[in-house]
């Protein structure tokens, strides 16, 4: 018996009506550019790069609140899934991910991104898209729901704000850019959580759009393998201090001491990098580890970052660091007399400022145990910034889309003028300027940065080195075979002004 002897005309057609109307399933899955569903390991804070269950996925988090967000389970709730909780963080924040060796179309006209989240309070999720240049953009629309719940965002129908990045905050209004280039995709809630009761949650993630194969970057000149931090036989640590704190915000340092040798030691005060805005001690861990191993004692800090709070929080912390030394120089072993420092990039900028400045008043009225000197005895500098005056300076605040420099100095060269001339630590050299050592990669523009200041210290007749690392890149203090050399040029210049 005939299709057709069954059913009337009308009803044939009908059918084939709604078999066109149907979405294509098969070929929406075909566009699922990647998923994530975490890894089902227990409770962990803050979420790293560890939890991530998909491979070829890898994770970024932002924002003063980054450290707060949590790798979530709990085993006594029945299917209680593992998902991501901003329920600890103290500021806003946001997570992304991006996959290996790809970026994705989500130009396309079923590019969409799905997730199942739960929010509390009033927490809403907004959708996160990262495009090449380092240029982020924000959803205006948005997901809230009380119970777990799948919500799907049509690129398509979306408006979209500028997100920054070192806030994780949504900022002006932006035309709809092109997403055919898709480096990242993540998402944020806008606001710090406050617990159970006022947090958001993210189950899993589907990104649906055309993957394309992202350009190679070119090879290194050597192939740089990270260095892994291992304390040395003969070394104490002493991990998360709390060297200052504001209201509920601590700040805390890793502390690493000789266990054998006569102390009093000398001390030296690890500074991290990060664009002012991210990064954290552990970028240093591993120098601070060995340069103990040589009688110092060294403390690595965390300290806040532009999002949290702009210039001058950042030397304020660092010059509280220096004094807390002081203070608890007796229960440490440390020469309150010998005191130095060590910074890369922003770090090594804050470096910089730290030696030039300590008895700068203006950069000395507030902090921790004021009663103690902020003043270094000497002073590292790792590619770091020493004049954040000039022409170049402000011409890379202006075009840089992150708005690094703007965000750290709290304003623009017009509208924070008097900031920009305080952060540079040239603006501060005098007669009591410590020793100091410059240190650059051989493909980081070596000695570009420190024209203005090394002239300034001679005319003082201030001891100053400048050394280059061969074939080193930007952040060479952190990965082999730049380390090693790196120590030691920095165990040599402490052992002449610290030890001698």
């Given amino acids: ?15 084939l009506l709604w078999a066109i109307m149907l979405p ?16 089902e390991t227990p409770a962990a804070l803050p979420i790293t790069s560890q939890h991530v269950a998909n491979s070829a996925l890898r994770m970024e988090t932002h924002g003063p609140g980054r450290l707060g967000i ?8 029945e299917n209680d899934p593992f998902y991501v909780w901003s329920g600890e963080c103290r500021g ?24 199942r989240s739960r929010q509390s309070g009033d927490h809403a999720l ?25 919500h799907t965002f049509v690129l398509r129908e979306l408006t979209w704000r500028h997100f920054s990045i070192i806030t994780a905050k949504a900022e002006e209004k932006v035309e709809t850019p092109d997403f055919d280039r898709v480096e990242q995709i993540g998402f944020s809630d806008q606001q710090p959580g406050r617990g159970t009761p006022s947090s958001s949650r993210v189950d899993w993630v589907e990104v ?72 954290d001690p552990s970028s240093y861990t591993a120098m601070a580890q060995q340069l103990a191993a040589r009688g110092y004692v060294t403390l690595n800090i965390f ?16 010059k509280s660091a220096v004094r807390w030394a002081r203070a608890h120089s007796a229960s440490y072993q440390i020469d309150p007399a010998r005191i130095g420092s060590v910074g890369g990039s922003a770090g090594g900028h804050l470096s910089g400022l730290l030696g030039t400045s300590g008895h700068v008043a203006e950069l000395n009225q507030s902090g921790i145990y004021l009663e103690q000197s902020s003043a270094i005895q000497a002073c590292v500098v790792m590619a770091g910034s020493m004049d954040l005056t000039s022409t170049s300076a402000r011409e890379s605040a202006a075009s ?14 017009e509208e924070a003028h008097q900031n920009y001339v305080a952060a540079s630590p040239v603006s501060h050299v005098s007669e009591q300027t410590p020793p100091m050592m410059f240190m650059d990669g051989e493909f980081d523009s070596p000695g570009t940065r420190y024209t203005e200041i090394i002239t300034r210290l001679d005319e003082l007749g201030i001891y100053h080195e400048s050394h280059v690392i061969p074939n080193g890149p930007h952040p060479f203090w952190s990965s082999h075979p730049f380390f090693e050399p790196a120590l030691d040029l920095v165990a040599q210049f402490f052992d002449r002004t610290l030890k001698n």
């Fill in 1 to 15: 018996m005939s299709f057709r002897s069954n059913f009337p005309h009308s009803m044939v057609a009908c059918l």
């Fill in 24 to 39: 294509d399933c098969s070929a929406a899955d075909d566009m699922l550019f990647f998923r994530e569903d975490w890894k």
């Fill in 70 to 77: 949590k790798k979530s389970h709990h085993v006594e709730i």
């Fill in 92 to 115: 806003s924040w946001a997570l992304s991910l991006r996959k290996n060796g790809f970026l994705a179309d989500l130009s396309v006209a079923n590019a969409r991104v799905r997730w």
């Fill in 126 to 150: 907004h959708l996160l898209i990262k495009l090449p240049g380092e240029r982020w953009f924000i959803s205006e629309q948005s997901d809230s729901g009380q119970q777990w719940h799948e």
């Fill in 208 to 279: 649906y759009g055309i993957a394309v194969k992202a350009p190679k970057n070119p090879p290194p000149a050597v192939a740089a393998k990270p260095v892994q931090p291992e304390l040395p036989a003969g070394v104490n640590e002493y991990l998360g201090l709390v060297y200052a704190k504001y209201g509920q915000r601590e700040l805390t340092l890793d502390l690493y001491q000789p266990s054998t040798g006569n102390g009093p030691f000398p001390a030296v005060v690890f500074i991290h990098g990060g664009g002012w805005y991210k990064g």
């Fill in 303 to 318: 300290y806040r970052l532009s999002g949290e709070a702009p210039f001058p929080a950042a030397i304020f912390d660092c």
């Fill in 400 to 413: 840089d889309p992150r708005r690094r420099l703007i965000t750290f100095m709290h304003g623009t060269w």
